[in-house]
């Protein structure tokens, strides 16, 4: 093999290895709710669907979610971030959280409030999400 085919096949070997593979893409996207209030005890007040932009592949898979809310007061506010799949509890207004890791990033999100029994009405806003997938 002469020198000059030699680099050109070293050449080719390089850039195939320098383009990432499909599933090496990874990203995240964000998205907002508006404001919501959460009035009545015991009785669930969703947000709207929170989606990703189309622009995200349709096998990415969830790696990390972040999410934050401002609640008017500090009383009692039970909170979930949900998954078409399944829910999660949110134990504060902000965090983050691989509970649903491994779930298509794509499917649309959403948020639920609901107020103990005896509680009194509470502003939510603020409402955010951020998905890191792969």
């Given at each position: 093999?002469?020198v ?23 990203g ?17 007040t ?5 989606a990703?932009p189309d ?5 990415a898979?969830?790696s ?32 983050r959280s ?37």
């Amino acid at each position: 093999m002469t020198v000059l085919r030699w680099l050109a096949v070293a050449m080719i070997a390089v850039s195939a290895l320098s383009i990432p593979p499909a599933w090496a893409a990874s990203g995240s996207w964000v998205a907002e709710a508006p404001g919501l209030r959460v009035a009545v005890p015991e009785r669930e007040t969703r947000s709207p669907p929170l989606a990703a932009p189309d622009v995200i592949p349709g096998g990415a898979r969830i790696s990390t979610l972040r999410w934050r809310f401002e609640a008017s007061t500090r009383r009692p506010l039970q909170a979930w971030l949900c998954h078409p799949a399944r829910c999660i509890p949110l134990s504060s207004p902000s965090g983050r959280s691989t509970a649903l890791a491994e779930l298509p990033a794509t499917a649309p999100l959403h948020f639920r409030f609901r107020l103990p029994r005896g509680g009194q009405a509470v502003q939510v806003e603020g409402v955010q999400v951020i998905v890191d997938y792969y």
